[in-house]
C-alpha cells in the first residue's frame, strides 16, 4: 500500500502552494526551508522500500522518489524579486500582504506555566530553578527579535501600498503585534514571580532579586507607554505626533523615501510609533537577558567556590527600629510611597521658618530622616 508521508512540508500554518512559494523566497523564512530539506532526505531514507508516496493533498506519487514533493528552486528573475519588493506588481504585494495576515491570524497563543511544571520547578534544586530563570530570559528576547522582525517584515508591505489608503489591516496588525508582545513579557514576569514567591529555601539571593527587580521597573515604565499610546488612539485616532511622513536627513531636508506624498497620513504615523514601542520591548527583553545571566553568573561562581550568601541579607529586606530596609525604600520610590504633609510644611513657613529684613540670614532647615527628601524638595520649590 503507498505510504502516507504528512506535514512533509514542515511549516504547519502553511498551504503546499505557499511552501512552493516559500522556495522562491515569498513565504517561509530560510531556517524553515533547511528543516525541509532535512526532513526530506529523512524521510528518503525512511521511504526506500515503499513503493508510492501520497502527500498531505492527496496526491499519489509512484515509487520513492521525494523530489517532485520539495519546493522547487528559486530562478534569478525570483532572486532578484525578492530582493526587491517594490518591482513586484501590486496585485502580488496584495497576495503576500494575505498571506502574511493570515499566518499572523493563525500564529498560536502564548504558553502558560502550568501547574506540573510550576511544581517541578519549585522543587527542582536551587541551580537548576537559576538556570531556568536565565534561559527563560534568553528565549523571551529571541523570541521577541523574531517576532519584531516578521512584524516590521509585515508592516514593511503597508509602505509598498501606500497609494491604496482602502488597506487599512494596519490598525489590526498594529494592536494585534502589541498585545502578543505584552502577552510574551508579562507572562515571563508572572513566571518569575511566582517562582520567586515560593522560594523557601532561600534560592533567590538579594543579589539576584535585585536585577529581577530592575526588570520589573523598567517593564513598569514601558507598560506605561504602550497606556498611553493606547489612550491616544482612542482619543485622537492617532498613537503619536508625527506630522511629516518623509524622514528628515543629516542636513535637516526632507528625504525622498518611500516616495509621494501618502493618501492618508495616520496609518504612516501609527505604524511608525507602533513599530518604536515594539523596538523598545525588544530591546528591554536584551536588556533583561543580559541582567539575568550576569547575575546568574555571580551566584553560580559563589555556589561552586563554596561561600554562603550574604548574613546581612535580610536586611534588604526587613525594616526595624525605625530604619527603612533598601528593598522598601525602591519600593516608595517608583510607586510613590513617600507622604506629604503640605499642611505641616505651609504652617512651619507661616509661624517657624519666617524670613528675616533686609540683609538677614534666611532661615535654613535640616531635615533628618527624610526619606525620598519630598518635605526638602517642595520647600526648595517655594523659594
Known amino acids: 500500500p503507498p505510504l502516507s508521508v504528512p506535514n512533509l ?11 512552493r512559494r516559500a522556495g522562491r523566497g515569498m513565504a517561509c ?11 526530506l532526505r529523512l524521510a528518503a531514507a525512511l521511504c526506500a522500500g515503499a513503493r508510492g508516496l501520497v502527500d498531505e493533498s492527496g496526491r499519489y506519487r509512484m515509487g520513492s522518489d521525494l523530489s517532485s514533493l520539495a519546493p522547487p528552486e528559486p530562478s534569478d528573475e525570483d532572486k532578484s524579486a525578492a530582493m526587491d519588493l ?18 499572523e491570524e493563525r500564529r498560536p497563543g502564548e504558553p502558560r506555566l502550568r501547574i506540573r511544571e510550576f511544581q517541578q ?23 521577541l ?16 501600498l ?15 503585534s502589541h498585545e502578543r508582545i505584552l502577552r510574551k513579557i508579562s507572562q515571563h514576569m508572572s513566571r518569575l514571580a511566582s517562582v520567586a514567591l515560593d522560594d523557601r529555601e532561600g ?7 535585585t536585577s529581577l527587580m530592575s526588570s520589573a521597573s523598567t517593564w513598569r515604565r514601558l507598560a506605561g507607554d504602550h497606556i498611553a499610546l493606547l489612550w491616544n488612539g482612542i482619543a485622537f485616532g492617532l498613537l503619536g505626533d508625527v506630522t511629516s511622513w518623509r524622514d528628515i536627513d543629516e542636513d535637516g531636508e526632507t528625504s525622498n523615501a518611500p516616495g509621494g506624498p501618502p493618501p492618508n497620513v495616520s496609518w504612516s504615523e501609527n505604524l511608525i510609533f507602533g513599530n518604536m514601542w515594539a523596538s523598545s520591548a525588544q530591546k528591554f527583553a536584551e536588556y533583561h537577558a543580559k541582567e539575568v545571566s550576569q547575575a546568574a553568573y555571580s551566584e553560580f561562581a559563589r555556589m561552586q567556590a563554596g561561600m554562603p550568601p550574604d548574613p546581612a541579607a535580610e536586611k534588604w529586606q526587613r525594616s526595624e527600629a525605625g530604619v527603612v530596609s533598601s528593598f522598601e525604600f525602591l519600593r516608595r520610590q517608583l510607586y510613590g510611597g513617600w507622604p506629604l504633609d503640605k499642611g505641616l510644611l505651609r504652617g512651619l513657613m507661616r509661624h517657624v521658618l519666617q524670613p528675616g529684613y533686609g540683609e538677614s540670614t534666611p532661615p535654613t532647615l535640616a ?13 526648595n520649590e517655594t523659594g
Request: aromatic share 10%.
Open 145 to 160: 527579535r523574531w517576532y519584531h522582525l516578521n512584524i516590521t517584515s509585515t508592516a514593511g508591505l503597508y509602505w509598498l
Open 9 to 19: 512540508a514542515l511549516c504547519r500554518r502553511s498551504s503546499p502552494s505557499a511552501l
Open 29 to 39: 523564512r530560510h531556517a524553515d526551508a533547511l528543516r525541509i530539506m532535512r526532513l
Open 203 to 209: 534560592c533567590l539571593t538579594p543579589n539576584f532579586r
Open 367 to 379: 531635615d533628618f530622616g527624610a526619606g525620598g527628601g519630598r518635605y526638602s524638595a517642595w520647600l
Open 162 to 176: 501606500h497609494a491604496h489608503p482602502e488597506e487599512h489591516s494596519w490598525a489590526w496588525v498594529i494592536g494585534n
Open 121 to 143: 520547578l519549585v522543587e527542582s534544586p536551587c541551580p537548576e530553578r537559576i538556570a531556568d530563570m536565565t534561559q527563560q530570559a534568553a528565549a523571551l528576547f529571541e523570541e
Open 86 to 103: 517594490s518591482k513586484q506588481p501590486v496585485e502580488k504585494l496584495f497576495q503576500l500582504l494575505s498571506h502574511e495576515l493570515i499566518r
